[in-house]
């Protein structure tokens, strides 16, 4: 069996030494493996700015992965260092998934401006992209899941909600759910880090498929009722989120994301409300209000280039739809929190 490093709450890993630090971060899709044991390293790559907003994006750390597979699982352990140039305290993003099972004190935990009080037996599911920021006094200690969206085929990755923005991402499994899925990450957890008994190619097709069980457990909880299991499932929906997704700096209107994806404006008005409960505009906006706050409250951007970044060359036409969306100005909300 190859000792290899554990991922941290964030994907950062630790070679084998001493070392200490307890905490996290996000990103957009990422794959590794990996143990941890102390001692840290920037795990693999230099953090990098997105779209130049100035908030940190770390990179997922394949060359901490077992085999270079797309995932890592392993403990969150007091003893671990944090990314020297990243401080704990300071908000930023992920280039993959974290799944965090904890087990210890409660912890809090920001996801894109909400504050999670997380317990012993839940679990924090943060998505590739979004802003957050870890405890810097509390120990998060549990098992920790990353993985790069490429790992799973597009199949997999519908039916468990991979990028539902939609949900939030404290969830809090009764007993029996709870059960299954310890048993069904600690199997995966133990297949990780199987390395002696298959080969390469055999051994990540082993892990797909027991973090494809992971995830569709983790799926059916967070779907708290049959509609919403089968909103996941629903491909006019997909779509649109991941065009949004892609493209909501630069298309705001919801006609130009209907002509891209084929649909009619009416066909994807009937997706997006039955998955969501809100119109397709509606679903835009507040994507793209949400990364004006990120820009705002995380970074020195002037106000008209956070206004640019989202999508609005004139600063007095941002202006008027921040303050229509959230009730202050640009100005404002960034003084609020300052």
């Known amino acids: 069996m190859t000792d290899t490093g554990t991922p941290g709450p964030d994907g950062s890993g630790s070679a084998n030494g001493a070392g200490s630090g307890e905490d996290a971060g996000t990103a957009r899709g990422g794959e590794g493996e990996g143990r941890v044991r102390g001692g840290g390293t920037d795990g693999g790559g230099d953090a990098t700015a997105r779209a ?18 797309g995932m890592q699982v392993g403990p969150m352990e007091p003893g671990r260092t944090w990314h020297a140039d990243v401080p704990i305290e300071r908000v930023h993003r992920i280039d ?48 920790v899941l990353i993985m790069q969206p490429g790992f799973l085929p ?30 069904s990450l600690a199997q995966l957890e133990r297949e990780y880090v199987d390395t002696g008994t298959l080969p390469p190619s055999l051994h990540t097709a ?55 994806l084929g649909y009619s404006r009416r066909t994807l008005v009937r997706a997006v409300r039955a998955a969501t409960g809100e119109t397709p505009k ?45 009730g202050a100005t640009p100005v404002a909300f960034r003084a609020d929190l300052r």
């Open 206 to 260: 082993v892990l797909r498929h027991s973090l494809t069980a992971f995830l569709l457990r983790l799926a059916h909880l967070a779907a708290s009722d049959p509609d919403t299991a089968r909103e996941q499932a629903d491909t006019t929906f997909t779509r649109f989120r991941e065009a949004v997704e892609k493209g909501f700096a630069t298309r705001h209107s919801v006609s130009g994301y209907a002509d891209a």
């Open 52 to 69: 130049g907003d100035g908030i940190r994006t770390l990179p997922f750390p394949a060359d901490l992965s077992v085999w270079g597979v």
């Open 282 to 326: 509606g679903f835009i906006d507040k994507r793209v209000v949400l990364e004006a706050k990120r820009l705002l409250a995380h970074t020195d951007m002037p106000i008209g280039r956070v206004g640019v970044a989202v999508g609005f060359p004139d600063a007095a036409n941002f202006t008027k739809f921040f303050h229509q969306h959230t």
């Open 154 to 183: 597009r199949a997999t990755v519908e039916a468990t909600g991979l990028y539902r923005y939609d949900r939030p991402p404290l969830l809090r499994p009764d007993p029996a759910r709870l059960a299954a899925l310890e048993s």
């Open 96 to 143: 993959f998934h974290v799944v965090m099972l904890l087990r210890g004190d409660p912890v809090r935990h920001m996801v894109d401006f909400t504050e999670y009080e997380v317990g012993p037996g839940e679990l924090l599911w943060i998505r590739p992209g979004q802003v957050h920021r870890f405890s810097r006094t509390a120990a998060y200690r549990g098992t």
